[in-house]
Structures are given as C-alpha cells and as structure tokens.
C-alpha cells in the first residue's frame, strides 16, 4: 500500500463482509419456505420480503465492495491520496443508513414493488446522492494528477454507467410492459454492462500488481474484454424482451447477441491465465490468486454457460419464469461478483495490514466450501427448474401441484445453502483475524 | 494487437451495439401501445399496478414471467379465473383456495381489489409472443375437446381437481367421477356446493349459462 488514503477502503470491506453475512441468512429463511409448506414466519417476513431482504443485501454488499475497491485502487493509479477522505467515510455511513431503512421499512410493508428496486423513491433519490458524492470524490482524486490509465478510465466509465442507468429504474411508468422495458435498463445493463467494466477494471488491476505483467498488455486486453462485453451485452438486454409485450424482433437480436456473450468471459479466463503464466515477479499472495483465478473460472460457467443454456428462445420459452432462472442467477453473481469482491478483499487487505497470507489456509476453505455448496445449489434449483418447466409447461400440470414433485430439489438446494453459509462464515471469521490497518478504528 | 487496436475494439464494439439498441429502442417503445392495447390502460389498471407494487406481490409471483418463484405466474390468470373468483379470492385466500402453500390475507380494500382485477385484466390481453406457450399435451388435443372441456378448463376446476393426473389436490379426483356421482349429483354440487358439504371451499358455479352448465355436467358425467 502506498498512499495512506487507501485504508478507508477498509472500512468498506467490514460493511461489506458483515452484509454479506447477513445476506446468506435471508437466503437459508427464503429457501426453508420452499422445502416446508407451513410458515411460521409468514406474518412476519413472508417471502416476498424475505426475497426482497435476500436481493438487496446482495446488491448493496456487492457495490460497497466495488465502492471499498475503488477507494483502494484509485490512489494506487492515480498516484496520489483520495481526494476527500471524510466525504468517503460520509458517503459509506450514508449508504448503510439507507440499506438499513430500506431493510427496516420492508420488515413494516414499506415497498416500491419492482423485483430488486423494491426502495421507496425517497430512499432511491438517497442512492442518486450516494452515488454522485461517490463519482464526485473519485472524479476529483483522478484529476488531481490526471494521469489517466487505462484501468482508470475502464472504472470510471463503468461507474458513471452504473450511476447513470439507475435513473431508469426510479420512475413509476403506468405500462407495465414498458416499466419492464427500463427496468432491464437498471438489472441488465448493470450486470452485464456496468458491473462488468468495474469487475474487469478491478481484476486488471489485481492481476498488473499480483503477476507483475506488462502494464500494456494488461491494459490491451481489457480494452478488448470490455469492448466485447459492451458489445455482446447491450444487445444482449434484447434476451430479457422476449416475452413481456415487446416486438417479436427482439427473439433475433437477444438470442444472436446474448449467445455471443460466453465469448468475453470465456476471454477473461484465457487472459487470467496467460498473465499468471506469464508471471515477472514471484506471487507471494496466492490466497488472492486462488480467488481471481476461481472467480474467472466460475464467472464463465455461471454467467456464461448456464446463461446460454436458457438463452436461445426456443429453450428459453420453456424455462422463463421458473427455478432455472434462480439457478442461472445464483451461480452467475457468486461467480462474477461475489468471487471478485472477495479477491479485492484478500488483495488489498494484507496489504493494508501487513499480514502475511501464507498462514491464511482457512480462507482456501471458505473458498473451497462456497464453491462446491453454490455448485451443489445451483445444480438442485437447476433440476427443480427442468422438473418445473417439463411437468408445468409441457404437461400443463398447475403450478403448485408442480411444487410437490420439486421438493426434493429443494430440499438439496437449502441443505447445500447451509453449506455456502459455513463457507461464508469462515470468511468473514478469516476476514476478521488478518487484523485491521493501523490507525483505523472502523 | 497494440493498445489502439485494442482501444479501436472497445470504442467500436461499444458504438454499434448502443446504436442498434436505441434504435430498436425506439422502435420498440413506439409500438408498445399498440401490443399493450393501451387504449384499455385505464386510471383503474394504473391503479391496480400502483396496488401490485405497493404490497410487493411481485417479490413472490411472477409476471410477464419475472419476480419471485414461490407463487403462480399471473401473466394470462384472467384467462384462467373469472373477475368474481378473483375477487372473492383476493378478500380472503386461504378461505377460497386452501392450498398448502399459503397466500397471506393482505387485508386489501375493496377498491384495491377491483384495481388489481382491472389490472391483471389488462395484463392478460398484452401481446407476449405466444408466451407462457400452450402445454404440449393439451396443444395436441385441440379440435378433440368436448364443449364442457372448454368451461373445466376457463372455470379452472383443474386447479383444485385432478383429472387424468393433472390438476390441483384441493378438491377430489375427478378422473372417473361419472362412475361414483349422477349426472343430477353433479349439476347440484357445480350449482350448491354446500348442499352436499357444508364446509366445502369450493365456490358455486350458479351463474354459468344453462348451456354451459349442460356441457358441463355431459363432460364430467362422461368421466367413467
């Protein structure tokens, strides 16, 4: 670590795992209602909340993570301190305020009602702030030395993406094909846009420090990845506008364009490996190795191959709306986004601490653990959902008659969610004992 | 490859796609209210969305096959269940349909149900490309149906019973019922239910047409 400055990301990373946590908790109350018909919470936390709590943590974990990554990135290529380090300590207190009302007023019925922007509009306009204090602090760091990489510049564009598509998820539109229309705008372009400009920034980075590559061809590549996942991605949005009352041209360019999108993830791996191969210096944290070279591996079969599984129209009329999607969903965000943060975590916090990673076996096993449980998982929703769309879509048997014969699968996906919660558990125990950086009290 | 190869990939690959996406946008959003029959898009149906989102149904139900699994998709329900029994089932859902896996009674008002009936109404009628598609099985018995399959099927009985292994568990197996109960037996259980059990959940079907009442009782008498 070398500027001083870095250490708030700290800060971001304790928020973040301990959200993370409680995120996985959601998870095994929302799975235990799919294995048992009586719910003794459903007064309390019915599902829809339930789901709701699960979804949102997720979400705000993932972006304080990336948020804690850019503080601890920037001054490293920008070559100089965050620009206002209060502000970046206020905007991370403002931030879990507004994850915590959001939380708080769905346990009391509070709710805007879209899947995944279920915030009431007061608290959406509190992230727009969030968001432009964030941009404001990063945008000022950068140009105290406008020194702009090419990492830099991949993240910032990224940033500005993600800041600026969440305007389209704010507004009630009476149509509700059309509010589904802008909304993939916000849950789309996120994840297969935004999110993966700031992922694939994060990781090049990671990756020019870890292996010592040529910063050059380090950078050459991620021009490429990026300008192929924006390719393949914006289109791409056309898989979601399949069925919800848009034209039918869309079943052309969502299916050509999305089933293109494997080929830059695919990219991202090959390219992981060729600079661990092509290594200039020793790595002496492979800990945060392991988690960059699993992230790529199961971003590509998560979001890749299980996204293009059910991605074609023709298979895709069959599975939409049933477990394949939760399957597909699950498997895709641990592998790309949940995996990366936890490498920006194990990258940046021994540097921080001075803790030395070679006697952190524990974190192999929580990654061990997590793996193989979110395989597990993914493979039980994955069946239930095949099960689903045959005896439900092709028989035409009802939809809760369909629920009985998937229990099972359920049974396995909630036993293997005990297991990512151990897995997560050991991380965040890990997290904890690599120390904290000196002066920092958070 | 150099870097403003590289960089050439990244801007251009980034164009053309922003290009052909808003302009399919644009198209896209310009015929919307002709597949969404928005003449129909009245203050009521804005209501009922409004009613939809405010207590979160989409967290467990899907619609246009998006949200929460837990719980029927609602696409094309108004093709299934008539306004009365939508109605009667949102006021109190375990009293009308006593499944296993619970809706909780949200208490609504009766505006706010008349808003969501409007609303999945309206919903019903959007253009999804043939979406959800028509079972497999029951695609190839077209042009082979009795009249009385028709009403079973719009009444959606074959959510509480069973007939020929499929259908709902709420209610009796209705696969060889012309072999236990009189076509008579039948006609006064679809019109009183409760003459025959007094706690049956199940709802009257008084107000289907004489004709369709007929075709009706052939049909399930027909089931030996």
Redesign the interface.
């Known amino acids: 670590m070398k500027y001083e400055t870095q250490k708030i990301a700290y800060q971001y990373f304790v928020a973040a795992t301990l959200l993370f946590g409680l995120q996985v908790i959601f998870g095994l109350i929302t799975g235990a ?2 294995v048992w ?3 003794p919470l ?2 309390i936390i ?4 339930s ?2 709590i699960h979804m949102n943590l997720l979400v705000i974990w993932l972006l304080i993570g990336f948020m804690g990554g850019t503080y601890y990135l920037v001054p490293e290529e920008a070559e100089t301190d965050i620009y206002s380090p209060p502000l970046a300590v206020f905007q991370l207190y403002l931030f879990v305020g507004i994850g915590v009302a959001a939380i708080v007023g ?1 346990l009391a ?1 509070w ?5 995944f922007l ?1 915030q009431p509009t007061v608290l959406k306009f509190g992230i727009v702030i969030v968001a432009l204090i964030f941009l404001f602090n990063i945008f000022m760091t950068m140009m105290k030395t406008r020194k702009w990489t ?1 990492i830099q510049g991949v993240l910032l564009g990224g940033l500005v993406m993600l800041a600026l598509l969440f305007l389209f998820g704010v507004f ?1 539109v ?8 802008w909304w993939w705008w916000v849950i789309h372009l996120w994840v297969e846009g935004a999110w993966e400009l700031v992922a694939g920034a994060i990781i090049a980075f990671i990756l020019l420090k870890l292996t010592g590559v040529n910063r ?1 061809l380090v ?6 990845e ?3 996942v ?6 791409g ?2 898989h979601h ?11 052309w ?1 969502g299916g050509i ?1 999305s089933a293109l999108e494997p080929l830059p993830i695919l990219f991202m791996v090959i390219d992981t490996l060729r600079d661990v191969r092509e290594k200039k210096i020793e790595i002496t944290n492979r800990i945060a190795l392991y988690w960059a070279v699993g992230s790529a591996a199961m971003h590509f079969l998560g979001a890749g191959v299980w996204g293009f599984a059910h991605t074609l129209p023709q298979i895709n ?2 599975t ?4 394949v ?2 399957s597909h969903g699950h498997f895709a965000f641990f592998g790309a986004y949940v995996m990366i943060n936890l490498t920006m975590i194990y990258f940046a916090v021994p540097r921080m601490t001075g803790t030395s990673m070679k006697e952190h076996g524990r974190s192999l096993i929580a990654l061990r653990l997590m793996v193989l449980s979110i395989f597990l998982m993914v493979l039980a929703l994955g069946v239930a959902g095949v099960v689903q769309a045959y005896l ?10 369909t ?1 009985g014969y998937m229990k099972l699968w359920y049974a396995v996906m909630w036993v293997s969610g005990w297991g990512v919660v151990t897995g997560v558990f050991t991380y965040i125990y890990d997290f904890f004992s690599m120390g904290r950086p000196s002066g920092v009290t958070a | ?3 403003s ?3 050439a ?6 164009v ?3 290009v ?2 808003l302009g ?2 644009y ?3 310009s ?2 209210p002709k ?2 029959h ?1 003449e129909n ?1 009245s203050d009521q ?2 209501d009922g ?2 009613t ?9 139900h ?12 609602l696409t094309k329900v108004m093709s299934r269940r008539d306004p009365q029994w939508m109605s009667r089932f949102l006021k109190d859902p375990h009293k009308v349909w006593p ?4 809706m ?1 009674n949200l208490h609504l008002k009766d505006d706010e149900i008349s808003d969501l009936v409007a ?1 999945f109404s309206w ?1 019903n009628g ?4 043939n ?8 695609a190839a018995a077209v042009g082979t149906t009795m009249p009385g399959e028709a009403v079973f099927k719009a009444q959606g009985c ?2 509480c019973h ?1 007939l020929n292994g ?4 709420i209610g009796p197996d209705l696969t060889h019922v012309g072999s236990r109960r009189s076509a008579e037996w039948i006609r006064q259980q679809l019109e009183n239910p409760k003459s025959h059990f007094p706690d049956s959940p199940m709802p009257s079907f008084a107000k289907l047409s004489p004709k369709e009442m007929n075709n009706l009782v052939d049909f399930l008498s027909g089931q030996k």
């Open positions: 209602k799919y018909d009586y719910d459903m007064n019915p599902f829809n909340t789901r709701a769905y019925g709710s805007w009602g879209m899947p279920e090419v009630f009476r149509n509700l094909s059309t509010q589904y229309y050059e950078e050459k590549w991620l021009y490429v990026v300008g192929l924006l390719f393949t991605g914006i289109v949005t056309g506008y399949y069925w919800i009352g848009t034209p039918s041209y869309w079943l360019f364009f009329k069959w939409h709306g049933t477990q999607t939760a439900q879509r092709v028989l035409g048997m009802d939809y809760l008659t629920q | 490859m150099t870097l190869q590289g960089k990939i990244f801007i251009w690959g980034t053309i796609s922003a052909i996406f399919l946008t198209d896209s959003i015929k919307m597949r969404t928005e898009l149906v804005a969305k409004w939809w989102q405010r207590y979160n149904c989409n967290d467990c899907t619609i246009l096959g998006i949200g929460g699994y837990y719980a029927p998709d499944a296993k896996r619970r909780p609303f919903v959007i253009d999804t490309n979406w959800p598609p028509k079972p497999i099985t029951v074959s959510s069973k499929m259908g709902g568990d």
